[in-house]
């Protein structure tokens, strides 16, 4: 064989073994990536967050369903979905499956696109031209029968509206809103939707509690609703979707966002600046794939433990 066709085998190989590794093992390589965020009041008790993103559940996965069972076993305060939980029409069973040792757990969710519509078999080349379009073949999903399981478990719907509970004795106040990469998103709804809610919260008639934080839901992290719910006065932002790259280059990243957010943010957590405020971004990774491109490589599938302490945390040496 000459060189160039021993390079061209090597190369093949090469090629075929990231491929099974991508989507026999790494695919299903859960990891618990854990961040610490210090936006409570002094003295306050730490609260606990499980941060679930892009599940694309299907009915017959039960790998992933009991491995998101398990994770009931660090006791969050509060569950926060990023959307994109359903994979396929019968989706909801394995939903159901997997979040039922979360009831009774405080929780927030808002949608993504997968929440509404199923995959569709499409070319994976598609993504470098630019975020993913939605299409006419696209099988309607059972958003009525997830908003009902949600609300049964006792979480805040934040499509589009804001909310606001106490947990631990510390002040939450929750925004949201559906998903941006198919034009659900209602920017102009947040502020008065928030007037609303501030002034008509149980804590307005108790002066002297701590104070308000602000936590903020997007399913996708579009610039445009990062800078809006920055400018809503939100402290922390939750998002998902980006699959943290799905397939990343060790040493370069993501290859693609399916958005606009920086490559550098698209897994993981940082600070969104925008007109001199910042806000705490959480990107997760997600802990699915589309069944018709069931890879990843060099970005595992991940949920997120958040722990929120009092802005006087400090770590001893």
Not at 202 to 218: K, R, T
Request: aromatic content about 8%; glycine content about 12%; proline content about 6%.
């Amino acid at each position: 064989m000459s060189r160039g066709g021993s390079a061209v085998a090597a190369a093949a190989a090469i090629g075929l073994g990231a491929l099974a590794w991508g989507a026999l093992v790494e695919r299903n390589a859960f990891t618990l990536r854990r961040e610490t965020l210090p936006v409570l009041a002094p003295g306050a008790r730490p609260l606990t967050i499980l941060h679930l993103a892009d599940l694309h559940m299907a009915p017959w996965q039960h790998a992933k369903q009991d491995w998101i069972r398990d994770l009931a076993i660090h006791e969050p305060d509060l569950v926060v979905n990023t959307g994109d939980n359903l994979g396929h029409r019968d989706g909801i069973d394995g939903i159901e499956r997997a979040l039922e040792p979360f009831r009774g757990v405080p929780g927030v969710y808002v949608h993504g696109s997968n929440d509404y519509v199923g995959p569709v078999l499409k070319s994976p080349f598609s993504y470098f031209k630019g975020p993913s379009l939605a299409s006419s073949k696209r099988e309607d999903l059972d958003t009525a029968g997830l908003e009902a399981y949600f609300d049964g478990l006792g979480w805040l719907n934040l499509n589009n509206t804001a909310r606001a509970m106490s947990i631990k004795g510390s002040r939450l106040e929750f925004m949201g809103v559906n998903d941006p990469h198919i034009g659900l998103d209602r920017l102009d709804k947040l502020p008065g939707a928030l007037d609303e809610l501030r002034e008509n919260v149980g804590w307005q008639d108790e002066p002297g509690g701590p104070d308000i934080v602000s936590i903020a839901l997007a399913h996708a992290p579009y610039r445009r609703v990062l800078n809006s719910l920055v400018t809503n006065g939100a402290d922390v932002i939750f998002a998902g979707h980006t699959h943290g790259g799905q397939v990343c280059v060790p040493g370069y990243g993501a290859l693609v966002t399916n958005c606009d957010i920086p490559r550098d943010q698209v897994r993981g957590l940082s600070l969104w600046h925008h007109a001199l405020r910042a806000a705490y971004l959480n990107v997760s990774a997600g802990l699915g794939t589309s069944i018709y491109a069931p890879v990843r490589f060099a970005s595992k599938p991940e949920a997120v433990l958040v722990t929120l302490t009092g802005d006087d945390f400090s770590y001893s040496g």
